[in-house]
């Protein structure tokens, strides 16, 4: 009856030989160096993932304050009166009716200049009715950044700088299995040119 505690050696053993880490005489140098460079930059990229994420998101969120900021200081809300009754851009579709309706409008820049264009405004509004516009100083309507995005982006960013990580991993290990593997056959070429000769004659040394 087989103890069960002899089956961690067992893993143990099957795992050193998966990763090359046994001493089986077959074993070449860039078998181990192969596992040792993959290991490493595995454990290089596990210990940077969560301080390029927290850098991405911080200058993400950094970057989103900027343009906050910015965007109060130079936008501005105008009052725009509808020179008629909104179109549902969805044709009736009766779902979103109410954020997906446009009209003709027409508002007073900052600047003095009155100026007019196709709006999204909601679908219950009328003609002769006022809504409330964001415009840049030159009076056109901008759709201004808000702060309840800077945390989806600081995410976005966050899960982006992991993935470049992953990314990066994978490529320098492919790029440490190609040239080990280029190395590995210009030896296997070698041997093959010092063992072939062997081999070829030896059917002729035994019918003699």
């Not at 103890?3 to 181990?32: K, M, V």
């Not at 850098?55 to 105008?78: D, I, K, W």
């Not at 809504?131 to 808000?146: E, H, I, K, M, S």
Request: glycine share 8%.
């Amino acid at each position: 009856m087989r103890c069960r505690h002899s089956r961690g050696p067992g893993r143990i053993g099957r795992l050193a030989r998966e990763w090359r880490l046994d001493r089986n005489p077959l074993r070449r140098t860039t078998d181990r160096a192969e596992t040792i460079l993959i290991a490493a930059l595995l454990t290089l990229i596990l210990a940077a993932a969560p301080f390029a994420g927290m850098l991405a998101a911080h200058l993400a969120e950094a970057g989103s304050l900027r343009q906050l900021r910015t965007e109060r200081a130079n936008f501005r809300q105008v009052h725009a009166v509808l020179l008629h009754a909104p179109v549902n851009m969805l044709g009736g579709f009766p779902y979103g009716a109410a954020m997906t309706a446009e009209a003709d409008a027409r508002w007073t820049a900052p600047d003095g200049q009155v100026r007019s264009d196709v709006v999204a405004v909601p679908s219950t509004a009328e003609a002769g009715g006022t809504v409330l516009l964001w415009t840049d100083q030159a009076g056109n309507v901008v759709t201004p950044f808000q702060a309840t995005q800077i945390a989806a982006r600081s995410d976005l960013a966050s899960g982006a700088a992991i993935t470049a990580l992953v990314v990066m991993f994978v490529l320098a290990a492919t790029a440490v299995r190609w040239t080990l593997n280029k190395r590995r056959l210009a030896a296997w070429e070698v041997g093959w040119q010092k063992t072939g000769p062997l081999w070829t004659r030896r059917p002729n040394s035994d019918r003699e």
